[in-house]
C-alpha cells in the first residue's frame, strides 16, 4: 500500500480513452490500494481530431509501440482495437518490457490470449481485460477470481449490445432488420462497417474469453460456431412471440465430457426469462457452476462511462500487485479445449416453413418429422397480415421441437425442404438451454 | 506464483465448513495462482457430532484461539458466526498474529469491521470475507474490486433468503407468516430462534457490509434502520398484487449530499421488476454508479457449496498476494457514514387502513391525505373472501402515494388513525426506488 504513482500510458482515444482520461484526471488517486495514477503519455490515430477532454497537455506519441515501451511510462492501457496490427505489435512491447498492460480489446485476448499471457507471465508483468467483456459489468474478474471455487459447466448470455438493440426495436417498431440496422448507425450505435456485431463475432470474441477463464482452458475462437443476426425476420419475432418466446443473440459455452461447445446464434428465450427481459443494448449473463448454482449478472455492455470504468478498476487491481496466471492456469500449461461437434449437440428447436396453402400440407410435414424421429412441442400456423412480398403467397407452420439432436433435425429439415408444398427452405432456430 | 503450500486452520464445522472441507480434500490445488491448500487444523463446539465429512484424521483444537494462532496455520477461516464471542476473539487472534483471516461472518463484519480492518493492516495480514454476503454470488467483490472506478450511488435488493423463501411461500400457498415460518424451521431453512432472519437483521449485517463498500466508508450497522418481515399480512400480499406488485424484503444504501440512508423493511416491487422475480431463497442487488449505470447480480444467497465456493476463491485471493485495505481505504481513514434521518426520506407509499363499511369513509380518508399534502396515485378497495376475525368486520382500504416525504405521510396516518371510522392502526409499506 505504498502510495507509488503509476505512470499512464493511453493508446486509442475514442470515447472511452476520452472517458479514462476524464476520470483519472479527476480522481488520479481512486485505487484503494492507494496508488496515484498520472497519464503521462496518448497515442491514437489523429492528434487534432476534436475530442471530449483537451489531450495537448499529455506527451503525445505518434506509434503506440513507442508508447508501450517509453521509460516514461509503468503502464500500458490499450484501447486502440483489432485483434493484430499495431494494438498487438504495442501490447506485446509493453508485455516484453515487463510493463503491466490494461486492454479493453475482445478480439486481440480472444485470438491471441494464450500467446500474449506467455509474454506476460514471462516477464511477471499482469495483464487484465475486465473491459472486453460487458464493458462496465465485472463478468471477466467473476469468472477469473470469484469462481475458482467451483466448477463451471455452462456459461451463456447475451453479450452484443448492438445486436440486442436491434432485435428489441424490431419487435417494438415492426421494422425490418436493414431499417433499425440503418437507423443504429445514423444513432452512432452501430459501426460502419457492422459485421463484427451483428455478424456474431464479437460476441463470439467475448465468449470465448469467458469460455477459457470458465473452463481453464486457452481462448479458442476459432473453434466457435457463429451465426448472426442478420437472417432474422420480423416475421419470426412475431411467431416466436405468439409461441412465448423472444429472440434473442446468445452466445454460450457449454462443457460436457466431450470437450466444450461455444456457439453464438439467434435463440428463443421464454418471455419470462431474464435473458428475454434484458432489452435494448443491456448485456446480461448466466453462469452455472456445480457448487454454486446459477448466477446471473445484467448491465450495460458498452459506452464510455462504463468501459472507462472497468479499464480503472483493472488499473487498480494492477496497483494491488496480485500475482494470478492470466487465464487459470500458467500459460504455458493452458490448452485450447476440444470442440464438440454442434451436430452431436442435443436442444429443442424453432422450426418455420413457408409453405402452399392446400390440404394435407400439415400432414405431410408432421409425417415428416415423425419419421424422421424430430418429436413436435407446439405448432402454430396463422395467418399474416399484410404478407410480405418474399412469402410468395405461402402460409408459415411454425412450430417448436422436443429436445433433439441437431443432426437429426437437419436431416428431418431437409426432407422437408424437398417436399412439393414447402415454398422456401426451412429456418431453424435454437430454443436457449438456460 | 510459487507454489507454497498454505496451512488452512478452518473454525466452525457446520454445512459451510464441511463443504469446504470435502472441497480442499477434492481439490487442493484449485487456485489459479498456483498454491496448495491443506487443512492442518480444525475445530468447532462438538467434535463428535456427526457430520458428512470426517474430521478424524485433522488435527483438532478445542479453542479457536489457539487454532487461529497455531503455528501450523498459515491461514485462518472463521466459520463459527455471530459479532462477538469466540469468532471475535479468534479473528483477532489471528490478525495480531499476521495470519491472513477469510470468514463468512456478516456480524462480526457489519459490527467490528473497522476494528478489525486496523488489526489486519497494522500487521499486513488480509482479511477477506466475500461469503458473508449473498453466499457464492460475488457481491463483496463486486463493490470491492471491480466498480472502484466508479462512485456508486445506491446499492439495493434482497439479502435474506429465509425471508425470501417465507414471502414467496406466503404467496403461492395462501398460508401466513407464522405457518410458513413454522415449516421453514421443520426444514432447515430457518433457525430455530428466527428473529435475525425475520426481524431484518440479517439483511441489515450484509447492507452495511456493502454500503461501507460501497461508498468508502466504515460499516456502520448501528445506523441501519431495520424493519423485519413479521407483520407481513397475507392480505398486504393480495392487496399488493392486485396493484401489479409484490412483497420482498428489501435491503438498501442510497448516498445522497446529507449522508447515507440504510434500510431494511418489505418493500413493494413491480411484478415485472428483477427483483419481484427473484423468488425462494435467492438472492439479488443492484448497484447503482454513476458512470457504470445499473448493474444487476442475482444468485443462491446461502447453502453449503454456494457459500463454501466463495471461502475457497477468498482462501485462492490470499494466495495472490494482493495488497488492499480490508474496506475502501486503509482503516485509519475510515469513518463511519452519516446516517440520514429516514423521516425526511421520499418516497412512494403503499398504504393499508381497516374501516368500517359506511357511507363516507373514502371521502374522509383522502380529504385527510389531501389536506396533509399525500397525493394518491392509485387506490383500491375490494371485498375480502373469507375476512378472517381481526378484521373485525372491516373493510380494507389500499392506496398507493406519490412521492413524498416519511414525516409528512406518518403525520397523514396518524391523522387517518384518529377518524372515526378507521378500525385498526394503517399499515405502511414502501414501494422500493429502483
Tied chains: 1, 2.
Aim: glycine share 10%; proline share 7%.
Amino acid at each position: 500500500m505504498t502510495a507509488k504513482t503509476w505512470r499512464i500510458g493511453v493508446a486509442g482515444l475514442g470515447t472511452v480513452g476520452a472517458g479514462l482520461l476524464a476520470f483519472l484526471a479527476e480522481r488520479p488517486e481512486f485505487a484503494p490500494a492507494g496508488g496515484r495514477a498520472e497519464v503521462t503519455g496518448v497515442s491514437a490515430r489523429s492528434r487534432s481530431r476534436p475530442r471530449p477532454f483537451d489531450i495537448s497537455p499529455l506527451p503525445w506519441f505518434d506509434d503506440p509501440v513507442a508508447l508501450a515501451t517509453s521509460p516514461q511510462v509503468d503502464l500500458f492501457v490499450e484501447l486502440v482495437g483489432g485483434s493484430d496490427g499495431p494494438a498487438k505489435a504495442a501490447v506485446e512491447a509493453a508485455l516484453k518490457a515487463g510493463k503491466p498492460v490494461v486492454t479493453a480489446n475482445k478480439a486481440l485476448i480472444a485470438e491471441h490470449g494464450a500467446e500474449l499471457a506467455a509474454l506476460a507471465e514471462a516477464s511477471g508483468a499482469p495483464l487484465l481485460f475486465e473491459a472486453a467483456v460487458m464493458g462496465g459489468t465485472p463478468a471477466v474478474k467473476m469468472l477469473r477470481e470469484a469462481m475458482v471455487g467451483d466448477e463451471i459447466k455452462s456459461v451463456a448470455g447475451i453479450l452484443n449490445g448492438t445486436c440486442n438493440y436491434i432485435l428489441t426495436e424490431m419487435e417494438a417498431t415492426g421494422r425490418s432488420f436493414a431499417e433499425v440496422l440503418a437507423e443504429a448507425q445514423r444513432l452512432g450505435y452501430a459501426e460502419a462497417d457492422p459485421t463484427m456485431d451483428v455478424g456474431g463475432f464479437d460476441a463470439a470474441h467475448k465468449i470465448s474469453i469467458l469460455a477459457a477463464l470458465a473452463f481453464g482452458c486457452a481462448p479458442n475462437f476459432a473453434a466457435a460456431e457463429i451465426e448472426g443476426i442478420e437472417q432474422v425476420e420480423l416475421l419470426d419475432i412475431a411467431m416466436a412471440r405468439d409461441l412465448g418466446y423472444r429472440i434473442k443473440l446468445v452466445a454460450s459455452a457449454d462443457r460436457s465430457p466431450d470437450g466444450v461447445l461455444v456457439r453464438v446464434h439467434p435463440s428463443l428465450a421464454p418471455l419470462n426469462h431474464p435473458l428475454a427481459q434484458a432489452g435494448g443494448a443491456l448485456n446480461a449473463l448466466f453462469i452455472e457452476g456445480t457448487r454454486i448454482g446459477r448466477i446471473f449478472l445484467q448491465g450495460p455492455g458498452a459506452g464510455s462511462g462504463p468501459t472507462a470504468a472497468a479499464v480503472a478498476a483493472d488499473i487498480a487491481d494492477v496497483m494491488a500487485g496480485a500475482q494470478r496466471p492470466v487465464f487459470q492456469g500458467p500459460a504455458k500449461s493452458l490448452v485450447a479445449f476440444t470442440p464438440v461437434d454442434p451436430s452431436k449437440s442435443v436442444g429443442r428447436a424453432y422450426l418455420r416453413f413457408l409453405v402452399k396453402d392446400e390440404p394435407g400440407v400439415i400432414a405431410a410435414v408432421s409425417e415428416t418429422l415423425a419419421e424422421a424421429g424430430v418429436s413436435i412441442e407446439s405448432f402454430l400456423q396463422k395467418p399474416v397480415e399484410n404478407a410480405p412480398e418474399s412469402m410468395r403467397g405461402g402460409v408459415p407452420i411454425v412450430l417448436t421441437t422436443h429436445a433433439v439432436a441437431e443432426s437429426v433435425l437437419k436431416a428431418a429439415m431437409e426432407r422437408i425442404a424437398g417436399l412439393p408444398a414447402v415454398i422456401d427452405r426451412p429456418r431453424l432456430l435454437r430454443i436457449a438451454r438456460i
